[in-house]
């Protein structure tokens, strides 16, 4: 039993090394009783959020979204969990993926969301 226990524990750290050097959105193993159990790593918000500062984009109303994951125009829904569809948010908006660089055009009235790898929103800014 404590063998086996060694055993798992050197695969898991052996894949989150390997994960880690990766820049694809991966999942992270986590050891449990039955085995090794790939989950999302825990979501990580880019800054504070503060409502007040997104009043003048209207983003004020996403911010209960933070955390959520983000279903694209035309993607299917996740099976469980909160999400927020494209199709419902009202422009203008501009969504950031992760790593991305975005042009200094500012706009006050746009609503930034920014999204993780595993397409969840981690950031709300105006701009």
């Not at 404590?2 to 050197?10: N, P």
């Not at 990766?22 to 009783?33: A, H, I, K, R």
């Not at 660089?101 to 920014?114: G, H, L, T």
């Amino acid at each position: 039993m404590m063998q086996r226990f060694f055993i798992l524990t050197a695969c898991a750290l052996l894949a989150s090394a390997l994960t880690a050097c990766s820049n694809d959105g991966v999942l992270f193993p986590t050891l449990t009783e039955d085995g090794i159990v790939y989950e999302k790593p825990p979501i990580v918000l880019r800054q504070p959020v503060v409502p007040e500062m997104l009043v003048p984009c209207n983003g004020h109303v996403l911010v209960p979204a933070l955390g959520m994951a983000f279903v694209r125009r035309g993607s299917e829904a996740p099976e469980t969990g909160q999400y927020l569809r494209e199709e419902r948010l009202s422009p203008p908006y501009r969504v950031i993926p992760p790593d991305v660089r975005v042009s200094a055009e500012q706009s006050p009235k746009r609503v930034n969301i920014e999204v993780d790898r595993f397409d969840r929103i981690t950031g709300l800014f105006c701009g």
